[in-house]
C-alpha cells in the first residue's frame, strides 16, 4: 500500500468513522438535556470504566493480530491464528459476563452505586460482546475489507442512538397511555436505559458479523504463545494508556466532595464528548495505519513513511484544532447549556487528543521491530504524571485540574518515546516543518481569542478566513495533489463495491 492508498483508506474510515459519529453524537445534545450534570455524570463515569476492561480483556492481541498475520504466508496460519486469538478473548469475555452478573451487587456497592447492580451487569454485557468482537474486527482491517468493516459499524451506531430516543422519547409515552411496552418504562432506571441501547446495538452486530467468521473460536496454545508473547507488553502498556486517557473522570468523583463530585464528572465529561472529534480523526488513521505499518515492509521504508505520516497527521490534527476552537461557540451547542460552564478547558483537552495521536504514531517503530516492552515504559511514565498532577490538581481545580493531568501526561509519554526512537530506530521526522506548523497554528489561534468579544457577523468570517488560510498554507507547502488524493479514494471506493 503507498502512502496515497493510506490517505485513501483512512478517508474511507474517516468518511465512515465521521457518518457514524455524527449520528452517535445525537446523543450528547439528547442526554445532557434530558439529564441533569449529576445524571450524565453517571452515565460518564460507567462509560470510563469500558476502555480499560476492553484492554484487559483482549490482551494486546488486536495489534498482535495484526503483526502476525501479516508475517504469515499461508492462508491456513491466517486462519488459525484468527481462530486462537478470537478463541483466547471470547473465553475471556465469558468468564467476565460470569462474575459481573454473579457478584454486580458487590461491584455496585464498592463502586458507590449500590441502588443500580443492574448498571453494572448491563455494562459488563456490553463489555463481553465488543471483546468478542474485537478479533473479528480487526481481521476484516487486515483484510482490507473496509466496505464490511464500516457498515457494520454504522448499523451498530444506528440501532444505539434509534433505542436511546425511542426509550427516553417514547416509551414514557406509552407508559402514560397504558399501551404497548407500557411495562417496560421504569423512572426510576433512569440512565440504565443508556446501557441497554448500547447492549442491544453490540449483540445486533456481533450476529451480524458471525457469519462472514469462516471459522470458530479455538484455543491453539502452540499459535497462541508467540503472538501472547509479543502482545503481553501492550497489554500491560495498555492497561497504563487506558487508565491515562479515562482514569481523570475516575479521580473527580473520588478527588472532590460528594456535593460536586458526580456533577463535575458529567461537565467533564460533556466538554470531552466535543474533544472526541479529535480523537475520531486519529481513529480512522489507526484503522488504516496500523495494519499498514504491522504488515514487515522494509526498514528503510518504515523510517521514511512513518516520518511522513506523522508530518500529515500533525497537519490535519492542528487543522481540526482550529477548527473547532475557532468556533467553539458553535460546538457548544452540541451539549446542554447547564454544561457550557466547561468550555474553557477545550483548548488544553484538544491539544492532549493531538499529543495522543503522536504518542500512537510513535509506537509503530517498537512494534514492527517486536520491542513491545518499551511500550510499559512509555505509558508507565504517562500513568505516574496522571496520577501525580491529578492527586495535585483536582483538589485545588476541579475538572480542570484533570484536562491539565492529562496533558502533562501526554507530554511526558511524547518527550520519552521521542528519545526511545532517536536511541532505537531513528526517524527522519520533520521536526522544522512540524514545529513550523504548530507555530502558525498557535498564532492563528491567539487571534482568534481576539476577536472572541467581536460581534457574529465579524468573528465568524474572520475565523474562517484564518481557518482556510492555514489550510491553503499547509497545501502549498507540502504540494499536495488533492486531485490525485481524490483519484485515490474513488478507487478504494470502487473496491470496496465489489
Known amino acids: 500500500m503507498s502512502m496515497k492508498a493510506l490517505a485513501g483508506q483512512t478517508a474511507i474510515y474517516g468518511i465512515s468513522s465521521i457518518a457514524a459519529r455524527m449520528l452517535n453524537y445525537l446523543l450528547t445534545p439528547y442526554l445532557t438535556r434530558i439529564f441533569s450534570e449529576e445524571g450524565y455524570g453517571v452515565v460518564t463515569f460507567m462509560y470510563a470504566l469500558i476502555p480499560l476492561a476492553l484492554v484487559v480483556l483482549t490482551m ?18 491466517r486462519r488459525a491464528l484468527f481462530a486462537s486469538a478470537w478463541g483466547a478473548v471470547s473465553l475471556l469475555a465469558g468468564l467476565l459476563v460470569v462474575v459481573v452478573t454473579c457478584f454486580s451487587t458487590s461491584i455496585a456497592g464498592m463502586l458507590g452505586y449500590a441502588e443500580h447492580p443492574s448498571f ?53 409515552g406509552l407508559a402514560a397511555r397504558g399501551e404497548f411496552l407500557a411495562w417496560a418504562w421504569n423512572p426510576a432506571f433512569a440512565q440504565g436505559y443508556v446501557f441497554v441501547a448500547n447492549a442491544v446495538a453490540s449483540a445486533v452486530t456481533l450476529l451480524l458479523l458471525l457469519p462472514g467468521a469462516g471459522t470458530w473460536p479455538r484455543l491453539s496454545w502452540r499459535v497462541l504463545k508467540p503472538v501472547l508473547l509479543y502482545s503481553l507488553p501492550l497489554l500491560v502498556s495498555g492497561i497504563a ?23 463535575s464528572v458529567g461537565v467533564y465529561g460533556a466538554v470531552v464528548k466535543i474533544g472526541v472529534i479529535l480523537l475520531l480523526f486519529t481513529q480512522m488513521y489507526r ?14 521504508d518504515f523510517t521514511r513513511l512513518n516520518a511522513v505520516a506523522m508530518k500529515y497527521f500533525i497537519i490535519v490534527s492542528i487543522a481540526i484544532f482550529l477548527g473547532i476552537t475557532l468556533f467553539a461557540d458553535l460546538f457548544a451547542l452540541i451539549i446542554g447549556r447547564d454544561f457550557r460552564e466547561g468550555m474553557y478547558i477545550l483548548p488544553v483537552v484538544l491539544v492532549s487528543n493531538i499529543l495522543s495521536g503522536i504518542v500512537f504514531n510513535l509506537s509503530f517503530w517498537y512494534k514492527q521491530m517486536n520491542r513491545t516492552r518499551f511500550a510499559i515504559m512509555i505509558t508507565g511514565t504517562g500513568l505516574v ?30 518527550v520519552v518515546s521521542y528519545r526511545l526512537n532517536r536511541v532505537h530506530c531513528p526517524t527522519p521526522y520533520e521536526l522544522r516543518r512540524v514545529g513550523e506548523y504548530a507555530l502558525v497554528g498557535a498564532l492563528l489561534f491567539g487571534a ?35 486531485m490525485s488524493m481524490i483519484t485515490s479514494i474513488t478507487s478504494i471506493i470502487k473496491q470496496m463495491k465489489r
Open 241 to 263: 494508556g487506558t487508565a491515562n486517557e479515562f482514569i481523570d473522570r475516575l479521580m473527580i468523583e473520588w478527588l472532590l466532595p460528594v456535593e460536586i463530585a458526580r456533577a
Open 60 to 77: 494486546g492481541l488486536e495489534t498482535g493480530y495484526f503483526r502476525f498475520a501479516g508475517a504469515a504466508r499461508a492462508r491456513e496460519e
Open 385 to 414: 504524571f496522571t496520577l501525580v498532577f491529578n492527586v495535585l490538581l483536582v483538589p485545588r481545580l476541579g475538572y480542570f485540574g484533570a484536562a491539565l493531568a492529562r496533558l502533562a501526561c501526554e507530554v511526558a509519554m511524547v
Open 287 to 300: 484503522y488504516s495505519a496500523e495494519p499498514y505499518f504491522l504488515s514487515g515492509i522494509k526498514r528503510e
Open 448 to 482: 482568534g481569542l481576539l476577536t472572541a468579544s467581536a460581534p457574529a457577523a465579524i468573528r465568524y468570517p474572520c475565523n474562517a478566513l484564518m481557518w482556510i488560510a492555514f489550510c491553503l498554507h499547509a497545501a502549498r507547502r507540502e504540494k499536495i495533489d488533492v
Open 120 to 172: 453494572i451487569w448491563l455494562v459488563g454485557l456490553i463489555i463481553g460482546l465488543d471483546v468478542v468482537m474485537a478479533i473479528p474486527f480487526c481481521r476484516l482491517r487486515a483484510e482490507g475489507r473496509a466496505g464490511r468493516f464500516v457498515v457494520l459499524k454504522v448499523v451498530s451506531v444506528v440501532i444505539n442512538v434509534a433505542l436511546c430516543f425511542f426509550f427516553y422519547s417514547g416509551l414514557p
